[in-house]
T-cell receptor
């Protein structure tokens, strides 16, 4: 059974710092991996999607990497801002041949202090 | 970008009543929609996969007679929580697949059963 783990569960940093969020998954047979942002009481905003054949994706200050063989992904946030404060979720799809189903981690709650 | 809406955003109901939640893809057709449930401080858990014009596929442990899913058109799926109980109180989120296997999430519905 696919399991997704995110470390750390919570992170507090001062504004301007670069930071890395970690995600690991137990079964490397994935179709893709997505990073999402969730604000309190809100839905999900997709940040980056990495196909299984890709190693990284970049969008603005965000960079996500994927090492499928080791079952790991990282989300790098450069020059963090208070507006980046949210819970970041990692999810993988494709386990068991079902390309659409997403398996989520519990998330990392990020707080960026001004 | 692809937009998914949910209605209502919040609902409070009495134990024993039924509640219907709508999920709409506003600017694309979604042959597949997904329903997730998120308890406090937990990750999103897939409840069921909804395919337009056919019966939904439920995940293990999800009662199909309690959580009725209808996907009558390519832009609308509904989740009806029948005979709701306090333990059904949760955050329900839908997502829609635009046939590229990237899912777009709705803003969620907070259900409170008293």
């Amino acid at each position: 059974k696919q399991e997704v783990t995110q470390i750390p569960a919570a992170l507090s940093v001062p504004e301007g710092e670069n930071l890395v969020l970690n995600c690991s998954f137990t079964d490397s047979a994935i179709y893709n991996l997505q990073w999402f942002r969730q604000d309190p009481g809100k839905g999900l905003t997709s940040l980056l999607l990495i196909q299984s054949s890709q190693r990284e994706q970049t969008s603005g200050r965000l960079n996500a990497s994927l090492d499928k063989s080791s079952g790991r992904s990282t989300l790098y946030i450069a020059a963090s801002q208070p507006g980046d404060s949210a819970t970041y979720l990692c999810a993988v799809s494709g386990y068991g041949g079902s390309q659409g189903n997403l398996i989520f981690g519990k998330g990392t709650k990020l707080s960026v202090k001004p | 970008g692809a937009v998914v809406s949910q209605h209502p955003s919040r609902v409070i109901c009495k134990s024993g009543t039924s509640v219907k939640i709508e999920c709409r893809s506003l600017d694309f057709q979604a042959t597949t929609m997904f329903w997730y449930r998120q308890f406090p401080k937990q990750s999103l858990m897939l409840m069921a996969t909804s395919n337009e014009g056919s019966k939904a596929t439920y995940e293990q442990g999800v009662e199909k007679d309690k959580f009725l899913i209808n996907h009558a058109s390519l832009t609308l799926s509904t989740l009806t929580v029948t005979s709701a109980h306090p333990e059904d109180s949760s955050f329900y989120i839908c997502s829609a697949d635009d046939n590229t296997y990237e899912q777009y999430f709705g803003p969620g519905t907070r259900l409170t059963v008293t």
